[in-house]
């Protein structure tokens, strides 16, 4: 399984990106989940935002809730990951993780429970 991220860049603060990421190599059926973590110089991996992609409740780190939206595609195994009023404390490689199984909310935050990660792309944001 491959999971190609893109969409980084430079921005500046209050600015908006997208990121999307595709799965290839295997075709997920039923519920599976894919989601978004990210890790600043120094810092740990930390969760963004996921879901199942068969439906159901997104799910939001609090430092992004009502600033980022994830969104999907099932026929084309993508997700996206829309962020508006974009803050430098988002500065950070972003990657894309998934998992086969339907993750609930009380395991969806963990980096340990994702099966496969994408390459990461950098987002910076800066004036």
């Known amino acids: 399984v491959q999971l190609q991220a893109s969409g980084g860049g430079l921005v500046q603060p209050g600015g908006s990106l997208k990121l999307s990421c595709a799965a290839s190599?295997?075709?997920?059926?039923?519920?599976?989940?894919m989601g978004w973590f990210r890790q600043a110089p120094g810092k740990e991996r930390e969760f963004v935002a996921a879901?199942?992609?068969?439906?159901?409740?997104?799910f939001y780190a609090d430092a992004v809730k009502g600033r980022f939206t994830i969104s999907r595609e099932n026929a084309k195994q993508t997700v996206h990951l829309q962020m508006n009023s974009l803050k430098p404390e988002d500065t950070a490689v972003y990657y894309c993780?998934?998992?086969?199984?339907?993750?609930?909310?009380?395991?969806?935050?963990?980096?340990?429970?994702?099966?496969?990660w994408g390459q990461g792309t950098q987002v910076t944001v800066s004036s």
């Open positions: 190599g295997r075709t997920f059926g039923g519920t599976y989940t």
């Open positions: 993780a998934l998992t086969a199984r339907g993750l609930i909310a009380s395991t969806i935050k963990f980096v340990g429970e994702y099966d496969y």
């Open positions: 879901g199942r992609m068969g439906g159901g409740t997104q």
